[in-house]
């Protein structure tokens, strides 16, 4: 069959005739049927399930080799791998960012109808024009940093978000990669008429903006109702969970706004108990003592990093009698060890045997078992109990009371002592909270926190209870268990999951995601000209970024400001030191407006702004560069390579990075190119070399150029499609994108890497295979007699005008289950050929497909990969 002629029947109205499937039909619906079954469970991706179908079909001769391989060359397809590559050149240069960032604004306090129509209004248009994928990956940290100066949960905002995204898409050819291959099969299927065979920009448009429109109308008015502020709505039905203020905490004697610990993230002070008396509607002006229990509700992720970030102790039924009463509790408990302490030899003398003598390490290692089960200990066996004497030349008794400090070491004379994992959060880094729910048959029913000894049997303290979803208060020890309580666990590094012991009494374990992040602190100065000199912190937008945590100012005259209102005014020269992830740095370093403090130094290295990159390293524990300084080593001039930002077994680093002695296992944050990776990945200076995903630093000075080069593509299609209705256009959507990403990467506004690494080959694969097995559905008959089964159902319903909804609910349930390519090549053939014999407008059928493969709202996890 030559690629001219077209391999289905022509459009011949009335009824389908019966035409038998036999054998080779049988076997291509079933293979299509365990293909479908295996998409949907997405145990196999859908590439390599179309390619194995189409091989299998070219195999048993149900399509000749040159059928199989015709989508591959498909312009259409092509049209849709090369506006990866234009959409790439305009996200390169930041010009996405900058354009949603000027559309949204910085006004605050916006109503949610405004919020939605400020948010959706320039995803749908953008969508309009340019792939889905880049838009709704840049638009989320945007989104949710801007939701939160609006005062408007996360939850509000990115669903709408991905279903705007999918509506705008509907309005334009090239909205989405859907519409392009359905485009591709009505050509493919009328290459002799120039009107079927090349669809215009806009052809879509009269259906798809009144599909986008009631879609926009629907968002704005119900999401109040079906998408509920639950982070608000039951703030005070969450759980209360305690952090301490202490021993010589930098917090006490502050006010709770001087401290920073009014207008947090997600939290919510409740109350504070002080000495045994709860402390209600804490104002902006209390002041903050040591021993004093602050109790929040509202995100848990955020409880213990706050605490971490703060200084504050994280209060465990472990801790809770320690802080609240020092007499009930003796901790330091260490069975056979009575002495003296040597002053100068820093280490307990037996009082038994004065040559025997403990030093701190393993008295550290003596005492913390025995710290964790102290607070286990009910009142009746503590007075069997042996205790620890320290005699300092009175043999005086350790305290009652061990208390850790804001640095994590214990206040009881040892200064290098460090405090157990369930005393303090400090000593461990950020959280390692765990959420789980008691067995109706667990053993531990019935039964007292306090009696049931969690951290000597499970290596964990329980910080938080839940029954009936609202929380359980009183002191935590004193709690009785009971089944499907919800309990909040500090959990142990010896914690273990899988135990027997953990999986007999606990289901539905779950860590709190977001806490076991590496902290970096990173420096940001407002340089001369910045956009955000004179706005508030947050009116600028840096209050509620996610994964980021502002936690000081260096001000321009010098002067320090630590727990940073949200009111505070920026100036030109102020330094901005940041705490967060590797994805939170990633971000700031594309923010406009904000310069990295030592950009000065990145810009001295060899590397061209086209291969920069960000690259992660961990010095190696024998590594030579230990013991010097990033300024002693010219750690840029050696490398080539420029430090933005440093991280040490979760402690913060207030150095400038250029004063900071190297340690074995920093993590090192780096500005570099991809010499770095292949010169130094086994250098023995460094124990592992991991290069950040897109992570190249925004090319601003190409901006408009690059989203010029843009528009001009779309300016010509734009153009041809009312001026060559009926004829061959001037030049296709194909050859436009190809030549607007050529003068992208000419101009420099993106490398050919980048543009090679932003194209999809897991969607050119599929849809190209999907070519080949549609054929098979047609050569076999599978298409006619299943397209026959919705011609009688249209007929019965209402004749032609009810074969494209029939055809737009197959395609949407399809859809909910399968990626929107795959099932927009499965349904078209079908589609085809039962328009066809009812005499339907074929570009009907295309835009019955196209709209229906995006309609998949239902599932949210398929809609959020659309």
Not at 136 to 157: C, E, F, H
Not at 482 to 508: K, R
Not at 532 to 560: C, E, N, W
Not at 567 to 582: I, K, P, R, S, V
């Amino acid at each position: 069959m030559s690629s001219g002629e077209s391999t289905f029947p022509p459009p011949s109205g009335g009824e389908l005739e019966d035409v038998p499937m036999g054998a080779r039909g049988v076997v291509v619906v079933i293979f299509l049927a365990v293909a479908l079954i295996t998409m949907a469970g997405d145990w196999v991706g859908p590439d390599l399930i179309f390619s194995t179908l189409m091989a299998f079909y070219t195999a048993c001769r149900f399509i000749t080799p040159e059928e199989a391989a015709r989508g591959f060359g498909n312009t259409s397809l092509l049209s849709v791998m090369a506006l990866y590559m234009a959409a790439e050149g305009v996200s390169q240069t930041g010009g996405l960012e900058r354009i949603m960032n000027y559309v949204l604004g910085s006004a605050s306090s916006l109503s949610l109808f405004w919020v939605h129509t400020r948010m959706m209004i320039p995803v749908m248009v953008a969508s309009a024009f340019v792939n889905n994928t880049p838009i709704v990956a840049l638009m989320i940290p945007i989104l949710i940093s801007w939701g939160r100066r609006q005062n408007v949960s996360p939850k509000k905002l990115l669903l709408p978000l991905s279903y705007s995204s999918m509506l705008g898409g509907t309005c334009t050819l090239i909205g989405t990669s859907t519409n392009l291959v359905v485009a591709g099969f009505q050509q493919d299927r009328y290459p002799d008429d120039p009107k079927l065979s090349n669809m215009g920009i806009f052809d879509i448009a009269p259906y798809g903006l009144i599909y986008a429109a009631w879609g926009f109308v629907y968002i704005l008015f119900f999401s109040r109702w079906l998408l509920p502020d639950t982070e608000a709505n039951s703030l005070h039905d969450e759980v209360l969970v305690g952090l301490m203020v202490p021993k010589r905490s930098r917090h006490a004697g502050r006010t709770v706004s001087e401290a920073g610990l009014r207008g947090l993230e997600g939290l919510f002070l409740v109350n504070v108990s002080r000495m045994g008396k709860v402390i209600h509607a804490v104002s902006p002006d209390f002041i903050l003592q040591e021993d004093d229990i602050l109790y929040f509700a509202g995100d848990l992720s955020q409880v213990e990093l706050m605490g971490y970030r703060h200084g504050l102790q994280l209060v465990t039924s472990e801790t809770e009698d320690g802080v609240a009463d020092e007499h009930e509790v003796e901790l330091g408990i260490v069975p056979e060890a009575e002495g003296h302490f040597d002053e100068d030899k820093s280490s307990l003398v037996s009082k038994s045997d004065p040559s025997k003598t403990m030093r701190n390490g393993d008295l550290r290692r003596h005492t913390q078992p025995a710290i964790h089960r102290a607070a286990t200990i009910s009142a009746s066996a503590s007075a069997t109990t042996p205790k620890v004497h320290i005699d300092r030349g009175e043999h005086a008794t350790l305290p009652r009371r061990i208390t850790a400090d804001a640095n994590g070491m214990l206040d009881h004379g040892f200064a290098d002592l460090p405090a157990s994992p369930s005393l303090t959060s400090k000593s461990k880094g950020p959280s390692r909270l765990l959420k789980c729910v008691l067995k109706e048959e667990s053993e531990l029913k019935d039964m007292s926190i306090r009696a049931a000894g969690f951290r000597g049997r499970f290596n964990a303290a329980v910080v938080a209870v839940k029954r009936n979803n609202k929380r359980v208060d009183g002191k935590i020890g004193d709690i009785v268990l009971q089944s499907h309580d919800q309990l909040i666990l500090d959990a142990g590094l010896g914690f273990s999951q899988s135990s027997p012991d953990v999986t007999d009494n606990f289901e539905d374990m779950e860590y709190v995601d977001s806490s076991g992040e590496k902290e970096y602190l990173t420096a940001f100065v407002i340089p001369k000209g910045s956009r955000m000199a004179g706005k508030s912190v947050h009116s600028a937008g840096l209050r509620g970024m996610p994964g980021l945590f502002l936690v000081y100012i260096d001000q321009a005259d010098g002067t320090q400001l630590h727990a940073v209102a949200p009111d505070y005014t920026l100036q030109e020269g102020d330094t901005l030191w940041f705490a967060g992830g590797l994805q939170g740095v990633a971000f700031l370093l594309k923010m406009p407006g904000l310069r990295h403090i030592d950009e000065e130094h990145t810009k001295k290295t060899n590397v061209d702004i086209l291969e920069r990159r960000l690259v992660q390293v961990v010095v190696a524990p024998h590594s030579h560069i230990i013991g010097k300084s990033v300024r002693e080593l010219r750690f840029r001039t050696k490398y080539d390579a420029a430090i933005v930002a440093v991280q040490r077994r979760g402690e913060r680093l207030k150095q400038k990075i250029g004063d900071i002695v190297l340690q074995g296992g920093d993590v090192l944050l780096l500005d570099t190119g991809e010499h770095f990776l292949s010169n130094y990945r086994d250098d023995k200076a460094f124990a592992l070399v991991s290069e950040v995903e897109k992570s190249s630093p925004p090319k601003t000075s190409k901006m408009w150029l690059g989203l010029g080069l843009l528009i001009a593509m779309i300016a010509t299609q734009v153009i041809q499609s009312f001026t060559t209705t009926g004829k061959e256009p001037f030049i296709n959507l194909w050859t436009a994108a190809l030549l607007t990403a050529a003068l992208q990467i000419l101009t420099r506004c993106m490398s050919g890497k980048q543009a090679r690494q932003s194209m999809d080959w897991t969607v050119y694969v599929t849809i190209a295979s999907a070519f080949g097995v549609s054929l098979a559905t047609e050569n076999t008959n599978v298409a006619q007699n299943i397209g026959k089964v919705f011609i009688d159902i249209s007929l019965g319903i209402g004749g032609q005008a009810a074969i494209t909804s029939c055809l737009y609910i197959a395609t949407g349930a399809l859809s909910e289950i399968l990626t929107n390519n795959a099932a927009a090549a499965l349904m078209y053939p079908i589609a085809a050929a039962a328009g066809d014999k009812l005499g339907v407008k074929p570009q009907l059928i295309s835009v019955s497909i196209m709209l229906g493969a995006s309609s998949a709202f239902m599932v949210r996890v398929v809609a959020s990969f659309k």
